[in-house]
């Protein structure tokens, strides 16, 4: 099946910093990525969607000058929390899909922690 | 809007056994896709098993086989023959086939403990 991997799948950073997550799909080529956030026991709560170059579209609620998403290619997309607080750590789940799926395939995950 | 509505927040079965998971959904369309996704304590999501509603054929995967009943809007998902490694948090996922985006609508989905 289709691979997708997350880079960092943890990661630690102070309040007020900007930590990037990056999302790859490893062999193919994703027209469109989803960006997810999930607290713990609770469902997948989708954050924006991103087609290759172009913007993402958020979710009603998901501020986008503070979770910055790019897709710059078709395998690479890339979710940064700018300005990070405590209230932001949380378990960020990246998928992807292409024309021709009719499944996302998911990233193993980052667990961020703001201290 | 859609909605996929998971009743069972856990389950419990006994190795072996056979259990079932029901999922129903509200749409107004009459395309689309349903999953079954499968989340162990690693938390990598992976799919268990898909439906096309186009299909009348209930999708099967080994020992993992669902009931869709699309007047129903229901769409239940039975394991077989239990093993321990069944444990996990388990969602419901629907897709639209028709507008034009792959976003998944999830459900709130069910813990299943496996029972040795």
């Known amino acids: 099946g289709a691979v997708v991997s997350q880079h960092p799948s943890r990661v630690i950073c102070k309040s007020g910093t900007s930590v990037k997550i990056e999302c790859r799909s490893l062999?193919?080529?994703?027209?469109?990525m989803f960006w997810y956030r999930q607290f713990p026991k609770k469902s997948l709560m989708l954050m924006a969607t991103?087609?290759?170059?172009?913007?993402?579209?958020?979710e009603q609620g998901v501020e986008k000058d503070k979770f910055l998403i790019n897709h710059a290619s078709l395998t690479l997309s890339t979710l940064t929390v700018t300005s990070a607080h405590p209230e932001d750590s949380s378990f960020y789940i990246c998928?992807?899909?292409?024309?021709?799926?009719?499944?996302?395939?998911f990233g193993p995950g980052t667990r961020l922690t703001v201290t | 809007a859609q909605t996929v509505t998971q009743s069972q927040p856990e389950m419990s079965v006994q190795e072996a056994e056979t259990v079932t998971l029901s999922c129903t959904y509200d749409t107004s369309e009459s395309d689309y896709y349903l999953f079954w996704y499968k989340q162990p304590p690693s938390r990598q999501m992976i799919l268990v098993i898909r439906q096309e509603a186009y299909k009348q054929q209930n999708a099967t995967e080994n020992r993992f086989s669902v009931n869709f009943q699309k007047a129903a809007k229901s769409f239940s998902l039975k394991i077989s023959d239990s093993q321990l490694g069944d444990a996990a948090m388990y969602f419901c996922a629907y897709r639209s086939a028709t507008s034009g985006t792959y976003k998944y609508i999830f459900g709130t989905g069910t813990r299943l403990k496996v029972l040795a």
């Open positions: 998928s992807a899909s292409t024309s021709g799926l009719y499944e996302q395939y």
């Open positions: 991103s087609n290759e170059g172009s913007k993402a579209t958020y």
């Open positions: 062999d193919f080529q994703a027209t469109t």
